[in-house]
C-alpha cells in the first residue's frame, strides 16, 4: 500500500541546503502498523508529510495505494488527501470559529457529502470518541487532548500521528 522508492528531500539552507531523508526505501502493507523513530532531526516528520502528500520529495517516488503520488499536480495529491489521508498532527489545525462539530464535518463538505451526512457522520464520530457532549463547543474552550481525537472525520487509508498526546501514556 505504501512504497518509497529511493526517496530523497533537501531543504535550503542559507547557502547550502539541508539534507533531510537520503535514500529512503520502505514497503508497508495494507493493514500493516508501522511505527518511524529517532531523534530529533532525523527526518520523522519529513517521511510523514511525504506519505502524507504535504510535501514533496526532491527525488524518488512515493507511491500509495498503486498511485505516484510525488508526480500528481496540486489538485491532484488535493484530492488524494482528502480521500485517502487522515492526519492527527501535533498542533491542533482546528478553525477556532467552527465548533467541534463543524470542525470534524468540514472535510466531508469538502468531499461533497451533504450538509445533512456531514453532520449525521460527524455526530456519530464524536460519539465514538466520547466528544458527543462538546458537539457545540469553540475549539478554544475545548481541552488539547480533545481535540486531538476530533481530527479525522473521513475513513482514511493512511494515518499519520506525529507523536502521540501526553495524555493518552498515563
Known amino acids: 500500500m505504501i512504497r518509497l522508492i529511493d526517496v530523497h528531500k533537501s531543504y535550503r539552507q542559507g ?17 500493516e502498523f508501522a511505527v518511524v523513530m529517532g531523534p530529533s532531526g532525523s527526518g520523522k516528520s519529513t517521511l510523514l508529510h511525504l506519505i ?3 510535501d514533496r520529495p526532491s527525488a524518488g517516488d512515493v507511491v ?5 503520488i510525488s508526480q500528481m499536480d496540486d489538485d491532484g495529491v ?4 482528502r480521500a485517502k489521508v487522515g ?3 501535533q498542533f491542533f489545525n482546528l478553525l477556532p470559529t467552527l465548533t467541534a462539530i463543524e470542525n470534524v ?4 463538505l469538502l468531499d461533497g457529502r451533504t450538509e445533512k451526512e456531514a ?9 465514538r470518541v466520547g466528544l458527543a457532549a462538546r458537539r457545540g463547543r469553540w475549539r478554544s474552550r475545548a481541552r488539547s487532548s480533545s481535540t486531538r481525537r476530533s481530527s479525522s472525520p473521513t475513513s482514511p487509508r493512511v494515518t499519520s500521528i506525529p507523536r502521540p498526546a501526553r495524555r493518552s501514556w498515563r
Open 105 to 108: 464535518g468540514l472535510p466531508l
Open 87 to 89: 492526519f492527527i498532527f
Open 64 to 68: 500509495v495505494d498503486g498511485r505516484v
Open 119 to 127: 453532520r449525521s457522520r460527524s455526530e456519530a464520530l464524536l460519539e
Open 15 to 31: 547557502a547550502g541546503d539541508l539534507t533531510a531523508l537520503a535514500g529512503v526505501s520502505l514497503e508497508i502493507a495494507r493493514g
Open 52 to 54: 502524507g502528500g504535504l
Open 78 to 81: 488535493t484530492l488524494f488527501r
